[in-house]
């Protein structure tokens, strides 16, 4: 069973950068589209960014393209979110997750095995 670990989150001022990692465990990363969500308080999960099994197609929620970039190292089994010119209203906790076969969409019920999460805090 495939397990993930996200880390990299922190607090930054608005116009910072950070760069988040999800380790993949239990299985080989490269089988998997995979996916960024986040989630602030007191709202639904959000998708934020998707990449495919060998890293080069990706898709971005219209609330961070041209600031957000997935990326996939299958050979280290983690998949990456840098996150440039941080806004505060992308204060959330971001988790990433893998697609469930047979699915097509961007919605949380299309992709499983979510990771614990890491706080990403954003300061005006």
């Known amino acids: 069973q495939v397990q993930l670990l996200e880390s990299g989150g922190g607090l930054v001022q608005a116009g910072g950068s950070l760069r988040l990692s999800c380790a993949v465990s239990?299985?080989?990363?490269?089988?998997?589209?995979m996916a960024w969500f986040r989630q602030a308080p007191e709202k639904e999960r959000e998708f934020v960014a998707a990449?495919?099994?060998?890293?080069?197609?990706?898709y971005y929620a219209d609330s961070v393209v041209g600031r957000f970039t997935a990326s996939r190292d299958n050979a280290k089994n983690t998949v990456y979110l840098q996150m440039n010119s941080l806004k505060p209203e992308d204060t959330a906790v971001y988790y990433c997750?893998?697609?469930?076969?047979?699915?097509?969409?961007?919605?949380?019920?299309?992709?499983?095995?979510w990771g614990q999460g890491t706080q990403v805090t954003v300061s005006s």
């Open positions: 990449i495919n099994r060998n890293g080069d197609s990706t």
């Open positions: 997750a893998v697609r469930r076969s047979g699915t097509y969409y961007y919605t949380p019920a299309d992709f499983g095995s």
């Open positions: 239990g299985s080989t990363s490269s089988r998997y589209p």
